[in-house]
């Protein structure tokens, strides 16, 4: 499994030259928590903004992500889907967001997630109940299933039996 922490600030290589091509920023992810792609440039007033898609992505070592040629850059305007959610940053991004059960109960808040080692979907969250519980309980670990809900504020879990400790 990747951890998404781990991928952020990672360089990225194109296999073709050698060089540097970018930094990942943040990971782009569809609304069933598949992975859509790591952000290069995040979008700003003057700049469109820029990604890999997840299919332009050859290896995720320990040290970087590597691609075959500079041609796997895509604009972010390119990316026709409008249910995207990122991890660090935009509206729907997952880290802070509070995981409640459709029973009402609070699980914690996202802060970090895993991915499939090889990237192609979420497999689960990180939850922090606040710096005070993490130290002397630890976080608990919330597999991504069905039934976990990706909603504008909150992550709903129609199964609260899933959580792991």
Known sequence: ?????????MPVICLETGEQIG???????????HMLGVVLQLQSLFQPGTYIPANHI????????TVLDSGAITPLEQLV????????????????????????????????????????????????????TDLTEGRKRLPVTPSLMVG??????DHPTDILS
Not at 23 to 33: A, G, K, R
Not at 102 to 127: K, M, N, P, W
């Open 81 to 132: 889907r409008q249910d995207t959610v990122r991890f660090f940053t935009g509206k729907q991004k997952l880290k802070g967001k509070t995981v409640l059960t459709s029973q009402g109960d609070s699980l914690g808040t996202i802060e970090d997630v895993y991915f499939s080692h090889d990237l192609a979907r979420l497999v689960g969250c990180e939850l922090s109940e606040g710096w005070i």
């Open 58 to 65: 050859y290896a995720v070592g320990d040290d970087y992500l």
């Open 1 to 9: 499994m990747r951890r998404a922490l781990d991928l952020l600030g």
């Open 23 to 33: 930094t990942v920023q943040d990971i782009l992810c569809d609304s069933h928590l």
């Open 152 to 157: 504008k504020e909150s992550l709903i879990l």
